[in-house]
């Protein structure tokens, strides 16, 4: 773990207010009102320059200059129940922030907000990439020349520097050197009109416009060749417009509020390409199932589809009575794909039709406050959820003989002597989120005496899902989670509080023919025997029909403690101390256990000699530990 430092103090703060008022005398109210903060930010980061940004200065828009300008403002007017308000806060050309609201005798209400920041991005080197066995420049018993990639169609092996071997995996980074980041802005709009004429009923427009812009990194494999990964430098240029009506009418007893969210998601991005590495020469009882290779020319990756969603939500609140309150929920959604319409094309991602999945969910909860020191809340949650098939027509490919496979599989030899009928390779794809939950659950506060607050949970939550078997995973996964928690104020001063939750949870997500046996047979196949192309130990009996285990990176027990403090000795001096330990395990797996240990901790220490001026010193530390089983496969070919 890399301990990352950093150091942050206010080097500058001045401030001062600018108030107009009328010649009517210092007791008439202000009608203006504003402020101006000129500080400035110091950086003392023990970061190498020409380390990664994304890996300790993740959200630090300067890395050149050691220290920036901080400016803020406001500027506020009232007067004959028209409002207004304004603030600006700018930082750095990446780092700004404005607001405002308009408020029209509280009839009609205006406001937006805009914000920007940088998000520096990992660029990996893929340099541990770059391996290759069993190398060997013998053709082999039916190459027509030696096994390497042929990146320049000359038909040589230029002085060994296209890749030669039974096995390899390599990289080319296309984009090297080049710094990644995103700039995110976003901004929000919303009105609000009270009709006077009917008290209660309130209409309101929302807008909120997003967008995420800069440069990122782009990866892509070409296998059954090489394992090649590509990396590439993408132009990122994404924008996502939601436009959010709504109604609500607020009587003594009872609110209900519909609204409804249009969203669309445009990625106008730069078309990411490549050509993939040809297949490598077909060998003996080795037959070519690829779907594309170079001969298909440019092909599209690093794709985000285009997309629109649409959502009705109904919300009600009745207040029973002085203790008693019942809320409840509607909501349906349906997303579409709209970039999978265009003719029908397997290999750019076009399926004629575009894809929409639907969500309906229904939810309510009874709030019940027995007394002054008990209350209780029992909730419940349903949700299905319905996507749409894909067929997929599998591209015939053809073999060194002349025969094909995928639809056309059933003329090679191969094929006929399995008896597969043509077409036996194409198949649907069923979706794997088709799937109803189930959550049901109740919360208890009680206040035993004052200061200490008691808090105790209990969630049941279920998930069946439609095509588990299509996809490897468990039918159903069941959930129980506890929770125990408490506040004590022990003095003024001083606040404690802890937390416990229990997860225990039946047949985890998990992926089934995942991994080798768990009783090591899985390490009989040694490589090509004798001659390099002998592939009599073929891959199904001693690789693929091998990959008998279930694995999960999720836990079927979990145990988590925290505990926090909040000590103020002064009115000007806080601290802050808090830790969390998790500890959780799947027995439920072939092989060994998953197990996790994870532990983080922390103090803070804040100064604020006035409402202008605060400093801020804190310590966090963070381990997060795995043990699991991996089952490393060999590529012979």
């Known amino acids: 773990m890399n301990l990352i430092k950093r150091i942050f103090s206010i080097g500058l703060v001045v401030c001062f207010s600018v108030i107009l008022q009328n010649d009517l005398g210092i007791a008439e109210e202000k009608e203006?009102?504003?402020?101006?903060?000129?500080?400035?930010?110091?950086?003392?980061?023990?970061?190498?320059?020409?380390?990664?940004?994304?890996?300790?200065?993740?959200?630090?828009?300067?890395?050149?200059?050691?220290?920036y300008w901080d400016l803020k403002g406001e500027l506020g007017f009232e007067k004959d129940g028209l409002a207004f308000k304004g603030e600006a806060h700018y930082q750095y050309v990446d780092e700004q922030e404005y607001g405002a609201i308009l408020d029209l005798k509280r009839i009609l209400r205006l406001k937006t907000d805009y914000s920007r920041f940088l998000h520096r991005l990992d660029h990996d080197e893929l340099e541990n990439l770059n391996a290759h066995i069993f190398s060997n420049t013998d053709p082999g018993p039916s190459a027509g020349k030696g096994y390497f990639v042929d990146f320049n169609g000359d038909g040589t092996?230029?002085?060994?520097?296209?890749?030669?071997?039974?096995?390899?995996?390599y990289h080319t980074d296309?984009?090297?050197?080049?710094?990644?980041?995103?700039?995110?802005?976003?901004?929000?709009?919303?009105?609000?009109?009270?009709?006077?004429?009917?008290?209660?009923l309130k209409l309101s427009f929302s807008h909120r416009f997003e967008e995420r812009k800069g440069l990122d990194q782009a990866r892509t494999m070409s296998k059954c060749s090489a394992c090649h990964i590509v990396a590439d430098s993408k132009s990122i240029d994404e924008e996502t417009?939601?436009?959010?009506?709504k109604v609500s009418l607020n009587t003594e007893n009872f609110a209900i509020e519909y609204s409804f969210l249009h969203r669309d998601f445009?990625?106008?991005?730069?078309?990411?390409s490549v050509v993939y590495n040809n297949l490598a020469t077909t060998h003996l009882g080795f037959t070519?199932?690829?779907?594309?290779?170079?001969r298909d020319g440019p092909l599209p990756y690093s794709k985000t589809p285009d997309s629109q969603k649409d959502a009705h939500t109904l919300k009600a609140k009745w207040n029973v009575n002085r203790t008693n309150t019942v809320t409840a929920a509607l909501v349906y959604s349906q997303s579409t794909n709209k970039s999978t319409d265009g003719p029908y094309d397997i290999l750019t991602g076009n399926l004629n039709d575009e894809l929409e999945m639907d969500s309906t969910a229904i939810m309510a909860r009874w709030h019940n406050r027995v007394s002054r020191k008990l209350s209780f809340n029992v909730f419940g949650k349903y949700q299905t959820i319905d996507n749409d098939d894909a067929f997929i027509d599998v591209v015939d490919r053809t073999n060194a003989d002349g025969t094909t496979l995928g639809d056309g599989y059933s003329r090679s030899a191969l094929g006929a002597a399995e008896g597969l009928q043509t077409g036996f390779w194409d198949f649907t794809r069923k979706s794997g989120y088709d799937l109803d939950i189930t959550t049901l659950g109740f919360d208890v506060a009680w206040r035993p005496m004052h200061g200490v607050t008691l808090r105790g949970a209990y969630e049941f939550h279920y998930e069946d899902r439609e095509n588990a078997e299509e996809h490897n995973v468990p039918d159903d996964t069941t959930e129980h989670t506890i929770k125990?928690?408490?506040?004590?104020?022990?003095m003024h001063s001083l606040k404690l509080g802890f937390g416990y939750k229990l997860?225990?949870?039946d047949d985890p997500y998990a992926l089934k023919f995942a991994v080798c046996a768990p009783d090591g047979s899985y390490g009989e196949y040694g490589g090509p025997p004798g001659s390099l192309y002998d592939y009599s130990r073929s891959y199904d009996p001693t690789i693929y029909s091998k990959r008998v285990g279930t694995r999960s990176n999720l836990p079927e027990t979990a145990h988590e403690f925290s505990f926090k403090a909040n000590w103020m000795p002064i009115t000007v001096l806080s601290t802050n101390v808090y830790a969390k330990y998790k500890m959780a395990e799947n027995d439920d797996v072939d092989g060994n256990s998953w197990e996790q240990d994870l532990f983080s901790g922390g103090i803070n220490v804040v100064l604020t000699p006035n409402e202008k001026i605060s400093f801020v010193a804190g310590y966090d530390y963070f381990n997060d530990k795995y043990e699991s089983m991996y089952c490393i496969a060999i590529y012979d070919g």
């Open 174 to 200: 296309l984009g090297a050197g080049d710094e990644y980041h995103i700039m995110r802005s976003e901004w929000n709009n919303n009105a609000v009109l009270h009709i006077p004429q009917i008290p209660g």
């Open 503 to 505: 997860e225990l949870v």
């Open 288 to 294: 070519n199932r690829l779907q594309f290779d170079g």
């Open 266 to 272: 445009d990625d106008k991005s730069e078309d990411m």
């Open 484 to 490: 125990l928690s408490g506040d004590w104020r022990v």
């Open 241 to 245: 417009n939601d436009y959010m009506p």
């Open 32 to 67: 203006y009102e504003g402020s101006v903060s000129i500080g400035g930010i110091f950086v003392m980061d023990d970061i190498d320059s020409d380390e990664d940004g994304a890996k300790g200065t993740e959200y630090n828009s300067v890395l050149d200059n050691t220290g």
């Open 157 to 169: 092996n230029n002085k060994n520097e296209e890749i030669v071997g039974s096995a390899a995996v």
